[in-house]
């Protein structure tokens, strides 16, 4: 068992216990499970995502940006009704969208929020690329290609739970600015558990599919052979190493889109 290095007054028991048997755990959005059984629900529709949507001001405005981004609207033709929105963007990419706002303004980090947006864009770029890579490898799996996108959307939750639960300081220290393994090793050395372990005790108590939490749990492991843990290390890193890191989210679509071009991604990995 690793311990930690540095003085910092953690180690692993105490901060397993905070994110463990806390009877404050942070809470999935009440937002984040309405869009949820919208989208699982064979008889919801594009009215009963905009009925979401529309309660929120923030996640409305959202949904126009990206209509009205590059991506969605070529012919630079502005719109500003929501449901004409949803039509252009997409019902799926719309609760997307959503289901990330909600996590955003539904779960308090305590850090600015310039950090809060740059971390949840993060997320929604891993998200983005994971279902993409997804539906490259399996093409007619839809149910791979959105676990592939909550996997990408949720890697980094045990981050949030480090920030929320152990360490309200966690945003502001070296953590809040790392990736990849650097991040790893700082965390096991300070906290005695890193990220990716905290993130999967989170999902595991939200009842999370098993596939999910263990991905998230793996997603720093390049050899595992979990596929989903995989896709989301290579969009992990696809991103850290070719989105630039303030890209706001309304960028997102069309910043992938031209990294990818630029930079095909192996699949011979995902396919092994």
Not at 93 to 106: C, D, F, N, P, Q
């Amino acid at each position: 068992m690793l311990q930690p290095m540095m003085n910092s007054g953690f180690d692993r028991e105490s901060t397993l216990e905070l994110l463990k048997f806390s009877d404050d755990l942070p809470s999935l959005p009440d937002r984040f499970v309405r869009i949820q059984q919208v989208i699982q629900d064979p008889e919801s529709g594009a009215d009963d995502l905009a009925r979401i949507i529309r309660s929120d001001q923030a996640t409305t405005a959202m949904i126009l940006k990206f209509a009205n981004s590059p991506a969605y609207n070529p012919t630079h033709t502005p719109i500003g009704e929501l449901s004409k929105a949803i039509a252009r963007i997409g019902s799926r990419e719309t609760a997307h969208i959503a289901t990330t706002m909600s996590l955003m303004y539904g779960m308090i980090l305590p850090t600015g929020m310039a950090n809060i947006r740059s971390f949840w864009a993060h997320a929604f770029g891993v998200a983005t690329v994971c279902e993409h890579l997804a539906r490259l490898v399996h093409p007619a799996e839809q149910q791979c290609h959105e676990r592939a996108f909550m996997t990408g959307l949720l890697h980094d939750i045990g981050r949030a739970a480090f920030g929320m639960r152990v360490d309200f300081s966690y945003f502001e220290r070296e953590s809040g600015h790392m990736h990849g393994e650097p991040l790893i090793r700082f965390e096991e050395a300070y906290y005695g558990v890193n990220h990716a372990e905290a993130g999967m005790q989170l999902l595991r108590l939200w009842l999370f599919p098993d596939d999910i939490f263990t991905a998230v749990g793996e997603h720093h492991n390049p050899d595992c052979p979990h596929f989903l843990a995989r896709i989301c290390y290579q969009a992990n890193a696809f991103c850290n190493d070719h989105v630039p890191e303030h890209t706001g989210i309304e960028a997102l679509p069309a910043t992938i889109a031209q990294a990818l071009a630029d930079h095909p991604v192996d699949l011979s990995t995902l396919t092994a």
